[in-house]
């Protein structure tokens, strides 16, 4: 008597098979470039590797908040880049389930730069911490994140979604 074969659904991987290829910087930086609303913040992957990503936020008038200081979201989206690009980066897409931030400095012009560091990880949990910097490297922010880590392979899902389309770039309507 045999067994039937069970074919895995879409997102999940068959008992035994091998994970995921981990992701080259290279393909981290491409597959980042799709995130349009850290694009649309300035935001840019400076360094990425297994479990770490580096991310760096040039602040203009537009990250200003009414009292002049640069405002909570723009520091959150940038450690929140960061911590998606750490946690995605071994190869499996993670998805964050709970993140905080604490602001520790006000910061009104400059640079502010993201560094994440996965520092657990298991089958389906990742955690990561984030530091976000000034330019003079005094501390502004400390995020930490955990993220669901899916059996979705990101190298699958880049192939899905195909290539990023600019805005407005897309099919014209006809008639």
Do not use: W
Request: glycine content about 10%.
């Amino acid at each position: 008597m045999t067994t039937p074969k069970t074919t895995p659904r879409p997102n999940e991987r068959a008992t035994g098979a091998p994970p995921p290829p981990v992701p080259t910087p290279a393909f981290l930086r491409r597959f980042f470039r799709r995130d349009r609303f850290a694009a649309g913040a300035g935001i840019r992957l400076v360094d990425c590797g297994p479990g770490r990503a580096v991310a760096r936020m040039t602040l203009k008038a537009g990250h200003m908040n009414g009292v002049e200081v640069v405002q909570g979201g723009a520091v959150f989206t940038l450690a929140d880049f960061a911590f998606a690009v750490a946690c995605n980066s071994r190869g499996p897409v993670a998805l964050a389930i709970d993140v905080s931030i604490s602001f520790l400095a006000a910061t009104t012009r400059g640079t502010l730069t993201a560094t994440a560091t996965e520092v657990s990880r298991s089958a389906r949990l990742s955690r990561v911490e984030v530091e976000v910097r000034n330019g003079k490297g005094a501390q502004v922010a400390l995020f930490h994140g955990t993220a669901y880590v899916t059996r979705d392979s990101i190298h699958e899902v880049a192939v899905r979604a195909g290539p990023r389309r600019s805005p407005g770039r897309g099919r014209r309507r006809q008639g």
